[in-house]
């Protein structure tokens, strides 16, 4: 069924079809035409009401056009970041890749003992290790090419930012 619209009134109107011997009490008498005034459609969603779309992050783009694989990782304080992986354990923080501070194909990343190491280092970050080394407790410092050196943990946790 259709909902039409005249050009002056830009209103939908009521919608007819010919009367056939399914239109119940609904059959005009003088017209031989039945009627629906039921609303059993539901509207359409207009232009502003439909969802918008979604644009494809650019640094996950770059990682997959690079080669990489793409996965979604935690940090300490609940944040969420992009790890693009490559063949022989070799990885990026997305972003990191893609304002080339960490090399396209990745780093070495085995060797690392604490999640907050290996993200120093995909980040393009230098770590140093200062306090129990190749344990779970492993305490270091990760230092950025413009000086800024934030505690590892620090760091992972949200409470350091190489750019700030």
């Known amino acids: 069924m259709n909902n039409y619209t ?3 009134e830009q209103k939908p109107t009521q919608v007819v079809e010919p009367a056939s011997e399914n239109c ?4 005009d008498d003088t017209t031989g035409i039945c009627t629906d005034t039921s609303s059993e459609k539901e509207p359409q969603p207009t232009a502003d009401e439909q969802e ?5 992050n650019p640094a996950s783009t770059n990682c997959i056009e690079r080669g990489g694989t793409l996965t979604i990782e935690t940090l300490g304080d609940g944040g969420q970041y992009g790890v693009c992986s490559f063949e022989d354990g070799m990885a990026c923080e997305e972003w990191a890749m893609f304002r080339g501070e960490c090399s396209a194909g990745g780093i070495k990343t085995t060797g690392y003992v604490t999640p907050a190491s290996r993200f120093c280092a995909i980040t393009g970050g230098e770590y140093a290790i200062t306090d129990n080394s190749n344990t779970e407790e492993e305490q270091g410092t990760c230092t950025y090419e413009n000086g800024k050196t934030c505690d590892v943990w620090k760091l992972f946790n949200g409470e350091c930012h190489p750019n700030s």
């Open 6 to 8: 005249t050009q002056d």
């Open 24 to 27: 119940g009490d609904e059959e």
């Open 52 to 56: 918008p779309v979604e644009l494809a």
